[in-house]
C-alpha cells in the first residue's frame, strides 16, 4: 500500500522568509514518482514538478526548489523569499510507474504568507 | 489547450436527493479520475477510468455512488442518494496514461448537503 505524510498542517510566514514543506512517503515498488501541486484559494489544483525514483537530482526553479531522498523517503519542497502569492495549500502525491497506478495523496500543507 | 471543465460549480441539495456532476476531459487524455475533497483533506480516489474502462474503484461507496464514462471521453458522476457526509468538492481530473503523467484538475463541485 502507498502512503504520503504531510505532517505540518499549516505553516505561517512572513514575505521574504525561506519556508520548507516536507513529504515522506511509503511504498513498496522501486519504480515511482512523486509529485507536487499547489492548490490556490480558488481552488484548482495546479502541477508544479515531478520527480521518478531513479532521478535524485535536486531541483531549481526560480524559487522552488525540491530535495529527493530516498534514503529517509522525502520529497521536500523549499520556496526561497516567499511571496503572499505562494499561500495555498500545497499537496505531495506518489503514484507507481507501471500497472494499476493510482495515485495517492498527503492531507496537504496550508502556506500562509503574510505581507 | 482548454482545461479540464466541469459543471456545476456549486450545488446545495437536500439529504436523500440525487445530484450529477459532468466532467470534460483534456483532449487527448485517455485517464480520467473523480476524486473528493473534504475540508481541511487531501483528494481522495473515487474512481479512475481508462479510456471506457474502470480501472480502480476501490473507494467508491457503490451504494450510493455511480460513475460512467460512456464513450471514454466525457464523465458523469452521480449520488443518489446524498448524505450529509458527501458534503466536499469533487474533483475531476485528466493525464496521459502511465504512472509519470501529471493529473490536470478541473475546479472542482462544491457540494453542500443540508
Redesign the interface.
Known sequence: AQK?T?AQTEISVVEKEDVTLDCVYETRDTT??L?W?KQPP??????LI?R?SFDEQNEISGRYSWNFQKSTSSFNFTITASQVVDSAVY?CAL????G?????????TSLIVHP | EAGVAQSPRYKIIEKRQSVAFWCNPISGHATL?W?QQIL??????LI?FQNNGV??DSQLPKDRFSAERLKGVDSTLKIQPAKLEDSA?Y?C?SSFP???S???????TRLTVT
Open positions: 504520503v504531510q515511482y514518482y509529485f501541486y480558488s481552488g484548482e489544483l495546479v502541477f515531478r521518478n499537496f503514484t507507481r510507474s507501471g494499476s497506478y493510482i495515485p495517492t495523496f498527503g492531507r496537504g | 479520475y476524486y481541511g483533506q487531501g483528494p481522495k480516489l479512475q480501472v480502480d468538492v474533483l481530473a502511465g504512472g509519470g501529471p493529473l490536470h484538475f478541473g475546479n472542482g
